[in-house]
Structures are given as structure tokens and as C-alpha cells.
């Protein structure tokens, strides 16, 4: 027969932590090989590296001839996997459940038919095809892990203690469905604590504090010369007390070794005692006691290796949960009804009673168990550093946010000149609005196309147009009016702008009236119905706004503040959930791929983020009345743009975080920056230059720009492609580092 695992050193360290000590063995085609050992020994950390999902620190494994560390992809088509706990999803029906993974294994149509007759057939879940998972019993549950594992008919099947937690009939039916596929040809590999299941195993090796101490077929294991030494002989007492007998036999001279083994006590003696010997150490038991010679058992094997390998660690630990609780039942029973009855308050003597009801009740401390409770929440916080750094950075990063990066006043307003003069006089102008410190000439345009541009664009904020009799009229003492446009989408800057650009008229007239001196008759300028004048009259006129409605400002950008929230708190806890459920490691076995998973992930959620989208539209429209200006089937395409990019955040975030918990933590630290540093609430503009500069790296910025510029500006695609180029580099960089991040292997 052919090896189809083939384990050479395997070891794997957790930190300072060996899980896994330079384990060595073989698995034959067809057998049923059981990996036996008590809890945290390393069986569950072994089969993970089997199935490609853990990486081994050293050594080397093959199953079906394939490198674990190299192919783990092309095993993971051939083998079938049942993890430890219920790991399929509790709120997908049975029928759902075996379909699912019949697509992730890629079977037709037709092929996951027949499969799932055969399935059915095979675990008897015909009469539950439409209960929900969850709502399974433990057995039933099991079933149904074990349909969807041999779904695409593995070569190799792997159970991590398929039998933990079920109750006794349904252990033994879940067995014979092991041995009917061990007669069909499938080599099983089945890690379990309980020795009972070992005797059924064709080949079992036991492993103890991450080290294998015996490997092979459980009668030869039963025979070697070590576990009954030469001169020894094994005996079986049958005692009415065993558990309160057992240290007396443990303190018999010539005794080895004595152990609970369920209702009776096994015993490694010296041959020189006989049967009579055992029954006079309690004479008193003599008429029931009985004794009997017997051949190890595998429990004996694990236990007597154990001790000889010198491993420190107590014979009755070895002993499984069931065992030790069958034996100690009787003991509490013989306790109760010999030593000490249990006898009606209201039948004992009266002095009796009266003893009792006079004891004295002790009150409860005010402040019992406070130091425990407070020392546990420390040890919580302590390994929680999630926890600590949500703690400590979020005020730190409020304050700078605050003190630094937010300033209510408004300076330096992207502000472009239409000079059509172009002499001394209107040069003055342009320096009497470089000189405040409101506005900043960012440049001069010399058309109206270009003028328009650096409007819809978003590039300026301010315009002042110079008419082209600018100087004339000055001259000829006749009011001349300069036109200040302001975009009023922002109607924070649109107010500051407005109240600048009249101071602005205000003191430059005052200034050219100095010249004048009061008596005389002539005066700086006159109307156009000659009366008394200021020489320059500033004409502002708001675009856009015109009513500085704060709510055609606000609510284009809380549509992307909103659609934000939506997608990275619904992908943040998609892979998060399903770690924390167990059913990632079931997926990780499976030969579905990296973008797949992550891909059909987000494709559901983006559709649900699109119909919120024309939903906040359409709340926008018709309740706020702020109407849509520029193209709405561009403003939908470049919506569905920013969700895939809130989309792929989230999942970022779900790769990093490893519970809800941490998850709405990485969330909040993500949106508080994106409401306030992306020009949502403040303008960017104002920012010291790191933290303007930081802010390109925040999607919604661009998001609220190319909002913004469709529904109140009319911009197009041509004059936000600036917004549109930005937004697309930060979606292929968020979806690029979320793929690097995400690895079908557990850390």
C-alpha cells in the first residue's frame, strides 16, 4: 500500500510557544489513522498544517505527494476537512450549506445533483434539507459537516475530534459512517481525546505535549515489551468503591502503577502478587471484590509511554473527561448513601434543628470579589492592545485634529482674475485683493471659457472679473463696478468671501477719496445718475448657492460622508465574523481563491451600497430640494467607484482586526479623520501643509469634490478628472493592499 501522508520532523513554534516537536509518521492509503492526545497537545495545530492552512517553522509534510508548504492550493482540491466546532453557517439551511460548498469546489451543475443524493443518502438529512444549520442538534450538525467535507468526493479526509460534544448514540452512528467511507477507499485521518475511539482505528499514534510518543497499529502497541515490562503482569480489580480504593493499592508494595479505568482500577504489578494478594489489601470487600488478569488496553499503552518518557504530568489526566466522571460518580453515590445519608430537615432530632437554625448567617462583604474582578479587567486591557491604542491615539489624534489641522477662519481663497483693462489702475486692484490675507490669486485667465473652467473644476473659489473701461471711468470721475463671483457651494467660504470682497470696495473707494480734499467742488466719481458715489463699486454675486443655503453645502457631502460609513462597517466585519465563527478556516481548506472570496464578498455589499446610494439621492432631491446640475449617470458611475473604494477599506480593516470588537475600533479611527479632514466640515484649504498633504490620502475627500461639482456646479468629467484620477488610484490601492494582506492561512 502507498503512502498518502508522509510527515518527516514537522514542527511548528508560536512565538516562544512549541505547539508541534519534530513529529514523524506515515499514513497508508485507505486506513483509518487516529491521532490521539489530550487537549493543547498539538493535534489540531498538526492537521491545519496538513490542509495548507498553517505553515510549518520546520520540517516537512506531503499529502497526496504534494508539499504542504508549496501546494497547498492543488491539496486543498483533494482533501476534505472537518474542523473541531461547528464551522459551517448557522443561518444558511442544510440544502444551502452542501450547495455552497459543491460551487466552491467548482462541480457542475449536474455532478453537485448526484453528489447531493448521495450525500443525502449517505447522512439520512433528507427529513432537515430547509432547517437552518443552527438550529441543528450536535449530531445532526456533525452529519452535515461531514456531507459537506466529502461533497467533491475527497481522496483524503480529515476530522479534528469529529465526535466532541455529542451525545453517545450519535457517536456511534457517526462512526459507522467513517468506516462505510473506509470501505469505499478514503483514507481517514481522525484526531480525538477519547480512547475508546482509538481501539477503532487501524493505525493510531499518541501524541503528548507536542511531542509523538508512539506510532502504530494498536495490537502491536498493546504488546511492546515496555508497556508491560518483563516481570509485570496487568490486573483488573472490580471494587465497590474504586476511586476511594485506588491509593491503596497505588501504596501496595510491588505495585507499578495503578489506574481508573471507568468502574474498575487497572493495576501494573510485580508477578510475584497473585489474585489473593489484591483481595486481602481490603479484606473488608472481600465477599465483592474481584480480580481478574487482563492484556493492556490502549489507555494503558499512552499512560505507561507517557510516564516513561519521563513527561511530568499526572496519571490521571490521561484518563478521558467521560472516564474520570463515571468513576467518580459512584464514589459521590457510596458517599452519600453509606457515610453520609441524606436525612428531611423537618424527620432529624429536635436538638438537631435547632442547632441548624441557630447557626449564625454570614453577611455578604459589601466589596467581595472586587480585587478579583479589577485584577481580571487589567489582564484584559493588558493583552488587548487594540483596546489601548483606540484608547490613548483617538484623544491624541482629536487634539490635533482640533488644535492644528481646524481653523473656523478662512484665509487664502483660491481666487482667479479676468483683468480685461490690464492697465496701472486695475493692476491695483489686483494687488489690493493680493494684499489680504482672505484672498490668493492663484492666477489669471484671459477668456471666459477658462474663467468658467476654474469654477466647475473647483480649482477657484472666488472670480473677479475687471471690466475692460476699468481706468476710463476712473479718470472721467464715473463709478466704475467690478464683478467678485463666489462659488456658494461652500457657504462657509462663500460668506467669508462676500463680506471680504465689500470691506475690500469699501476701504480701496476711501482710499482713492484721500486724494480729494472736502472743499472742493469736484468730487472722485458720480452714478450713472451723477450723484455723489464711491469710484469703485465691488459687485459680488454668489454662483451656485445664491441663498448661502447651508444645506445644498452640507448634504452633497454627507451623501459620501454616509455611503463612507455604510460600506466600511458593512465589509469591516465580513471576514472578521466569520473568523470569529470559525467558518474562515473551513473556507481556508477549500480551493476557493484569495480574490475570489474577497471579491464575492464585496459584490453583494456593492450592490446594497448602490441602491443606498439612490436612495440618499433621492432623499437629497425631493427633502432638501437641492437639485442636480450636472450629469446623473456620471455621478452614479463615479458613486459606484467610491463604494468599491469603501469597500475595499473595510475589508482592509477586516484583515487587520481580529474580532467585532477591534473591527468598530479600526472603523472609528478610519471615519474620524474622513469626516473632518476631508473638506466635509471644514475647508482643506485652511490646513498647515502635513496635514493638508495627508488628507489626499483619505477616498472621500475626492468623493465630496466630484459630489459637489456634478449636483451643485455642473461639472463634468473633463473638469474633475483631477478628483476622478485621485479617487481611482486610492480604490486600486486599497483593493491591491487588501489581496497583499489577505492570506488563505491561519497566523
Not at 493505525?203 to 495490537?219: A, Q
Not at 472578521?576 to 481563491?593: A, D, H, I, K
Amino acid at each position: 500500500m502507498s503512502s498518502v501522508i508522509e510527515v518527516d520532523q514537522l514542527t511548528r513554534d508560536f512565538g516562544t510557544l512549541r505547539a508541534v516537536d519534530q513529529v514523524s509518521f506515515t499514513v497508508e492509503r485507505g486506513a483509518i489513522f487516529g491521532l490521539l492526545g489530550p487537549n493543547g497537545s498539538g493535534k489540531s495545530t498538526i492537521i491545519r498544517m496538513l490542509c495548507g492552512v498553517l505553515e510549518p517553522t520546520g520540517g516537512s509534510a506531503h499529502v497526496l505527494g504534494y508539499d504542504v508548504t508549496t501546494d497547498a492550493e492543488l491539496i486543498k482540491r483533494r482533501i476534505g476537512y472537518m474542523s473541531q466546532s461547528f464551522s459551517l453557517y448557522s443561518d444558511l439551511s442544510v440544502r444551502e450549506n452542501i450547495e455552497f460548498y459543491g460551487r466552491i469546489y467548482g462541480l457542475s451543475p449536474d455532478k453537485l445533483e448526484q453528489r447531493f443524493q448521495e450525500i443525502i443518502e449517505l447522512t439520512s438529512l433528507g427529513d432537515r434539507l430547509d432547517q437552518l444549520a443552527g438550529n441543528l442538534s450536535g449530531g445532526w450538525k456533525q452529519r452535515l459537516a461531514l456531507g459537506c467535507a466529502l461533497i467533491h468526493e475527497p481522496e483524503v479526509l480529515f476530522l479534528d475530534e469529529p465526535t466532541a460534544g455529542i451525545d453517545p448514540v450519535a457517536r456511534r452512528d457517526l462512526w459507522d459512517l467513517l468506516f462505510e467511507l473506509a470501505g469505499q477507499g478514503v483514507t481517514l485521518f481522525v484526531t480525538t481525546h477519547y480512547m475508546d475511539e482509538a481501539e477503532r482505528c487501524s493505525d493510531v499514534g499518541y501524541i503528548y505535549d507536542s511531542r509523538l510518543i508512539v506510532c502504530g497499529k494498536p495490537e502491536e502497541l498493546k504488546q511492546l515489551a515496555s508497556v508491560t515490562p518483563p516481570g509485570t503482569a496487568r490486573w483488573e480489580i472490580d471494587t465497590v468503591h474504586p476511586a476511594t480504593r485506588l491509593s491503596t493499592f497505588r501504596e501496595m508494595e510491588g505495585v507499578r502503577d495503578a489506574t481508573l479505568f471507568g468502574q474498575t482500577i487497572h493495576v501494573l504489578a510485580d508477578q510475584s502478587l497473585t489474585e489473593s494478594d489484591f483481595i486481602n489489601r481490603i479484606a473488608e470487600e472481600q465477599a465483592t471484590v474481584q480480580v481478574r488478569p487482563i492484556t493492556p488496553s490502549l489507555e494503558d499503552v499512552f499512560v505507561t509511554l507517557s510516564r516513561a518518557e519521563g513527561l511530568n504530568h499526572d496519571a490521571d489526566t490521561t484518563v478521558p473527561d467521560t472516564q474520570i466522571q463515571d468513576a467518580a460518580e459512584p464514589q459521590s453515590e457510596g458517599v452519600n448513601s453509606v457515610d453520609a445519608p441524606q436525612v428531611p430537615l423537618e424527620k432529624r432530632p429536635v436538638e438537631e434543628r435547632t442547632s441548624i437554625s441557630k447557626t449564625p448567617r454570614i453577611r455578604q462583604k459589601p466589596l467581595a470579589g472586587f480585587w478579583a474582578i479589577l485584577v481580571k479587567e487589567f489582564s484584559h486591557v493588558r493583552r488587548e492592545p487594540a483596546t489601548l491604542l483606540f484608547v490613548f491615539a483617538v484623544p491624541v489624534l482629536q487634539t490635533l485634529i482640533f488644535g492644528f489641522a481646524i481653523d473656523t477662519q478662512i484665509e487664502n481663497i483660491p481666487t482667479v482674475i479676468f483683468d480685461l483693462d490690464g492697465r496701472s489702475s486695475s493692476r491695483e486692484l489686483r494687488e489690493a485683493f493680493a494684499n489680504t490675507r482672505t484672498f490668493q490669486i492663484i492666477g489669471r485667465v484671459y477668456d471666459h471659457d477658462a474663467f468658467r473652467h476654474a469654477f466647475e473644476s473647483g480649482e477657484a473659489k472666488v472670480g473677479v472679473i475687471i471690466p475692460p473701461d476699468y481706468s476710463d471711468r476712473l479718470l472721467k470721475g464715473e463709478q466704475v463696478s467690478v464683478q467678485v463671483l463666489i462659488d456658494g457651494s461652500d457657504s462657509q467660504v462663500a460668506t467669508t468671501a462676500l463680506n471680504a470682497s465689500s470691506l475690500l470696495g469699501l476701504n480701496y473707494s476711501t482710499n482713492i477719496t484721500k486724494n480729494f480734499a472736502e472743499t472742493l467742488n469736484v468730487v472722485p466719481s458720480r452714478d450713472a445718475e451723477g450723484k455723489v458715489a464711491l469710484p469703485v463699486e465691488i459687485r459680488p454675486r454668489l454662483l451656485y448657492n445664491p441663498d448661502l443655503e447651508s444645506s445644498h453645502f452640507f448634504v452633497p457631502g454627507l451623501v459620501g460622508i454616509i455611503l463612507q460609513l455604510v460600506t466600511l462597517f458593512l465589509t469591516s466585519f465580513a471576514i472578521v465574523r466569520e473568523r470569529e465563527l470559525g467558518t474562515l478556516e473551513q473556507l481556508f481548506v477549500t480551493p476557493v481563491s484569495k480574490s475570489g472570496l474577497m471579491l464575492g464578498k464585496l459584490v453583494p455589499y456593492a450592490m446594497i451600497g448602490f441602491v443606498e446610494t439612490l436612495i440618499v439621492l433621492t432623499v437629497m432631491v425631493f427633502l432638501f430640494r437641492v437639485p442636480i446640475h450636472g450629469n446623473l449617470w456620471e455621478l452614479l458611475t463615479l458613486s459606484l467607484l467610491f463604494l468599491i473604494c469603501g469597500l475595499g477599506l473595510g475589508m482592509l480593516v477586516s484583515t487587520i482586526a481580529r474580532t467585532q470588537l477591534q473591527a468598530i475600533q479600526f472603523a472609528f479611527l478610519i471615519m474620524l479623520p474622513s469626516v473632518l479632514l476631508s473638506g466635509f466640515m471644514f475647508p482643506r484649504s485652511q490646513m498647515p501643509l502635513p496635514i493638508y498633504l495627508f488628507t489626499f490620502i483619505i477616498p472621500v475627500t475626492y468623493f465630496l469634490e466630484i459630489l459637489r461639482g456634478i449636483v451643485l456646479r455642473g461639472s463634468d468629467l473633463t473638469d474633475l478628472l483631477p478628483y476622478v484620477t485621485g479617487l481611482a488610484l486610492c480604490c486600486v490601492a486599497i483593493i491591491g493592499i487588501s489581496l497583499k494582506r489577505f492570506q488563505k492561512q491561519l497566523t
